[in-house]
């Protein structure tokens, strides 16, 4: 039988015209919260609900989007004050029905205490960002919602005790786990039902379509492009303007209610008025029916949605530029270093970057990034090589031939113009020792803990202590990556010395693997 929660939600979904197919159940685990589940077989391309834009949560839907509109808040911070203020009104919110089935807060660590976020994502990918974004997210509530609750009219009035900082991130912390970006009119929004089917990344079963309710026919809706779940607009503003959702350039004709004939009036006749979900794939009887949310690895899953999965083939370890500065500050004066930079720069190659600072990705398998290769090359390069190098720069017609050439010379391969360059030509014995250096330093970054107690930690870790169990996850599979990234420069190194030993100008092979730098 279904709990009391559900069957509220069910009656719910009913009023609000939001149809959803037999053959899907919903289970409600006391420890892993809702789950849907196929009661009947389910067949790829199967209609298994509807739910119209009118009864999403959203700036535009909202009973706060004059106050919204008139604030200028957008994106993320917009949505959450909508989320806190129909939250305020309580059964007297349209989403009332909706609302009760959702937790207060979702389990990110933007809302674990700095003393947890220290504690347990020490050393990891998300350390830095979570503190930074707890800043970021407290800086938007004080300068963009505080000042509204003094701003009360006799046709609104907020209820305090609904907006404080508390309120705000556990506000924030749906948005980003649950929103879904539905269209340019409504932006990201709540959209119920479709939040409850659970993450699975590479799997999934169900996918979201915007499609008109009047005029389009099925091939027309195929065509659509799919509602994005939990889109970039979900980071906190300030850190990330360029990604907050933007106001809608659509007219606002004021607030409009559930059912209400603004959102359907002539002006938006021709746009999609409802959400399908369509079966992507077959599901059997009794299995759960999953979404997913995208191809990411477990710090951003952590990050957004508050938890991780095992083996997850998109995780990846940043090795930090400032990592590799401070690695070349070892051997190197501070001039030496700039130069070498300088002139890395100078050919064309950069580093990834984040607000204020640059990185380099090592995937799940331990593969570097090329650009860090390149750069360990340059830094170990002998001062004739390098100078020659650099002179070559002034008269090549292009960066990339300059180095290419550098290194044909070097490894005594002739290479034409446009030639492609193999990986090993780059990994010297001093590139293979830099390389294993630099996972020795991202590793100390870690707890006193080794790899090994971490692994016996987390398999006797209870995944119902959902912040240890997870962030003991993420560290392990950084953990992973970090040696398979020193086994890559090992085996190279063993490559090497053995071909050291062998006839003079054997190349060395891997999987017949190549990078093109031209």
Not at 134 to 145: H, P, Y
Not at 214 to 228: E, G, K, R, T
Not at 347 to 374: K, R, V, W
Request: charged letters at 25%; glycine letters at 6%.
């Amino acid at each position: 039988m279904a709990s009391r929660r559900v069957r509220v939600f069910k009656r719910w979904m009913r009023s609000q015209g939001l149809e959803y197919s037999d053959a899907l159940d919903f289970k409600d685990d006391p420890e892993q919260g809702i789950s849907v589940i196929a009661l009947g077989d389910l067949k790829e391309g199967d209609l298994v609900a509807t739910i119209p834009k009118s009864a999403c949560l959203t700036v535009k839907t909202s009973g706060a989007s004059d106050i919204i509109e008139s604030a200028g808040l957008g994106g993320s911070l917009g949505l959450a004050f909508a989320l806190m203020y129909e939250k305020s009104l309580g059964e007297d919110s349209p989403w009332a029905g909706y609302l009760q089935l959702l937790p207060h807060q979702e389990c990110v660590p933007c809302v674990w205490s700095l003393e947890e976020v220290d504690s347990l994502l020490s050393g990891t990918e998300l350390h830095e960002i979570v503190k930074e974004d707890r800043g970021l997210i407290f800086e938007d509530w004080k300068q963009n919602i505080l000042p509204l609750l003094d701003l009360n009219s006799a046709n609104v009035k907020l209820n305090p005790d609904y907006f404080g900082v508390e309120h705000y991130f556990a506000a924030k912390s749906l948005v980003a786990s649950r929103s879904f970006q539905i269209d340019d009119f409504h932006g990201s929004g709540m959209v119920p039902l479709a939040d409850l089917f659970n993450h699975k990344t590479g799997a999934e079963d169900v996918h979201f379509t915007s499609v008109s309710s009047h005029c389009q026919s099925d091939s027309d809706a195929d065509n659509d492009d799919h509602v994005v779940a939990n889109s970039d607009d979900n980071e906190p503003s300030t850190e990330h303007p360029h990604v907050d959702g933007e106001e809608s350039s659509a007219p606002s004709n004021g607030k409009s209610y559930l059912g209400g004939s603004d959102l359907e009036s002539s002006a938006l006749e021709d746009v999609p008025t409802v959400l399908q979900m369509i079966m992507v794939k077959d599901v059997r009887a009794g299995a759960e029916v999953f979404n997913t949310y995208g191809l990411i690895g477990n710090a951003a899953l952590l990050h957004r949605y508050g938890f991780t999965e095992p083996d997850n083939q998109f995780d990846i370890v940043n090795i930090d530029m400032e990592l590799v500065l401070k690695w070349s500050s070892s051997l190197f004066s501070s001039r030496y270093i700039r130069a070498r930079l300088s002139l890395w720069r100078k050919l064309g190659y950069s580093a990834c970057q984040s607000q204020n600072s640059e990185y380099f990705e090592i995937t799940s398998d331990g593969m570097p990034q090329i650009e860090l290769l390149i750069l360990l090359y340059i830094m170990l390069l002998t001062e004739n090589v390098y100078h020659k190098l650099d002179l070559k720069l002034s008269t090549m017609e292009s960066y990339d031939e300059a180095l290419c050439i550098i290194l044909s010379e070097k490894n005594n391969i002739q290479l034409g113009k446009g030639s492609e360059m193999s990986e090993e030509q780059l990994l010297t014995e001093s590139v293979c020792n830099a390389i294993s250096s630099l996972a020795d330093m991202r590793e100390s970054l870690y707890p006193s803990n080794s790899k090994e107690d971490d692994i016996e930690l987390l398999r006797s870790c209870s995944i119902r202590d959902r912040k240890l169990y997870h962030s003991l996850s993420l560290r392990v599979s950084e953990r992973k990556i970090l040696e398979k990234l020193r086994t890559y420069a090992a085996t190279y190194m063993l490559s090497i010395r053995n071909a050291k030993r062998g006839p003079t100008g054997k190349r060395l092979k891997r999987n017949g693997l190549q990078h093109s730098f031209l």
